[in-house]
């Protein structure tokens, strides 16, 4: 089947699913309210756009809380917190839903790709509703209709797909900044990672629909996006006109209307040398890398499938630093990876200390199954893991801090992103290189770009002022 045949049938199941939706207004004479919780990362928080926007052509209003009508959970698994906090609150909407019979509540993302997570729920969490996955989420109005034609739990799960539907309506959490898929999916196998396991193979949108997304979203008013994908970097490979991340970014600066381009994420891998010259001659793409090391130890790197070394990498961030000196540079960083020692953690911290991070998240190692490290027989134990866990995120701490105090002093461009949350008398700006500022303003400037000055650094954050709007 066509994409487009695709998207007219999920059309014909909005309209079906509109249906359902005005009886339920009918018996609750009311309009019925829905709300959608994200966990996980921003490829998570852009699915949500997209549940969101069918949520809302369908008739539901979307609220904050979660005591509503229907609740779903997208989901993450890239760690066991994430899906521990998800069966956590499934145990409280349980709660909810013993009191107000006609609650619905749907599960979906990374989480429900994995069999043991179904197997689960279907045994102690019978009082879901709907379940899917990452690869079918564009049937989404489809599914909200089988669910209400169905008593039973409704479970759609699909091990894999190469279709990649467009089109269909997404309702953005800002009306000034987007996110973008340019690719899903990762063929990496980093081998603590489940990525690759539960969002597939990695494909690439095509260039010419990737602009006309964002043409449109320039004429809605936006003027900073965020091309997201897990390897950007490896963008346009599997594409019948193969085309370059660089080359993808030469024309996406073209479109009027955009003022900021970021994107998400980067693996050292494949960062070639033409898109550090397309990021430093841009006026456009923002002062921000994310760059992850997982790991400064070779040996853990290798025993990771990372495909660098600790001065392959070190040997890229020296370029960019010696190219951009304004870039910032951002990571993450893994603690605890099968036999990894103490002198490794060092190396990791040798790395820190010399890259100099604006800022970088630090995970503790965590198992997934079916992934290859978590057959590895030399697990670290946990006293060990948090020695070297403590010691590093002292490091990452002082030199972040070190980083962000380099701007005290400096007029920059901000971006006004919301109203502080602490002092409605001050609103919250992000600069290119991704710091946040507060200072003086209110509501109407949110969504524009400002001149800033910046006052004083409070260790990760700035107060300002504004100076005039850019
Ligand atoms: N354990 C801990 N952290 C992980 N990440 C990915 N898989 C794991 C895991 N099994 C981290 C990596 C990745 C980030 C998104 O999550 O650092 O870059
Ligand atoms: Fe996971 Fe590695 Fe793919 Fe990132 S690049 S999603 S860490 S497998």
Redesign the pocket.
């Known amino acids: 089947m066509t994409t487009q045949t695709e998207t007219a049938r999920q059309f014909f199941f909005i309209e079906k699913a509109k249906e359902h939706v005005d009886e339920l207004a009918k018996k609750l004479g009311r309009r019925p309210v829905c709300n959608v919780t994200t966990f996980g990362?921003q490829m998570n928080a852009r699915d949500s756009e997209k549940l969101a926007g069918i949520l809302e052509q369908v008739g539901y209003e979307l609220i904050e809380s979660e005591d509503a009508d229907l609740v779903i959970y997208n989901t993450c698994t890239?760690?066991d917190n994430a899906n521990q906090r998800v069966y956590g609150r499934l145990g409280f909407l349980n709660s909810m839903k013993q009191k107000k019979p006609h609650m619905k509540i749907a599960l979906c993302g990374c989480m429900m790709q994995e069999d043991t997570v179904i197997e689960k729920i279907k045994k102690s969490y019978r009082f879901v509703d709907l379940i899917f996955g990452t690869h079918n989420i564009f049937k989404f109005a489809e599914l909200l209709c089988t669910m209400f034609e169905s008593e039973d739990m409704v479970i759609d799960i699909w091990k894999d797909t190469d279709q990649i539907v467009e089109d269909l309506p997404v309702e953005r959490k800002y009306s000034f900044k987007s996110g973008i898929n340019i690719m899903f999916g990762c063929n990496n196998f980093?081998s603590?990672?489940?990525?690759p396991y539960v969002r597939g193979r990695e494909r690439s949108r095509s260039p010419r629909d990737i602009i006309k997304e964002i043409e449109s979203l320039a004429a809605d008013g936006v003027v900073e996006i965020m091309l997201l994908g897990q390897n950007v970097n490896s963008y346009g490979k599997t594409l019948e006109e193969p085309m370059s991340f660089a080359d993808l970014l030469r024309e996406v600066e073209k479109i009027e209307g955009i003022e900021r381009i970021r994107f998400m994420?980067s693996h050292p891998k494949d960062l070639s040398e033409d898109l550090i010259q397309v990021m430093k001659e841009s006026k456009k793409i923002c002062r921000h890398l994310h760059l992850?090391l997982?790991s400064g130890s070779t040996r853990i790197l290798d025993a990771m499938n990372r495909h660098y070394t600790k001065e392959q990498y070190l040997a890229i961030a020296e370029r960019i630093r010696k190219e951009i000196p304004d870039m910032s540079i951002t990571t993450?960083?893994?603690v605890g990876f099968p036999g990894e020692t103490l002198e490794d953690v060092e190396e990791t911290i040798d790395v820190v200390k010399r890259v100099q991070y604006d800022n970088a998240?630090t995970?503790?190692?965590?198992?997934?199954t079916g992934?290859p490290?978590a057959s590895m027989d030399n697990q670290v134990s946990q006293e060990v893991v948090k020695e070297g866990f403590d010691k590093l995120l002292k490091v990452v701490q002082d030199t972040a801090k070190e980083r962000t105090r380099l701007l005290e002093g400096q007029i920059q461009t901000a971006l006004v992103e919301e109203v502080n949350e602490q002092n409605d008398a001050f609103v919250t700006g992000r600069l290119s290189n991704n710091t946040i500022v507060h200072f003086p303003g209110d509501a109407s400037l949110i969504g524009k770009i400002v001149k800033v000055e910046l006052k004083e650094c409070h260790g990760f954050y700035y107060a300002g002022e504004m100076l005039q709007e850019a």
């Open positions: 990362c890239v760690r980093c603590y990672c489940i990525v994420t992850p997982q993450d960083i893994i998240f995970f503790i190692y965590s198992k997934r992934t490290a």
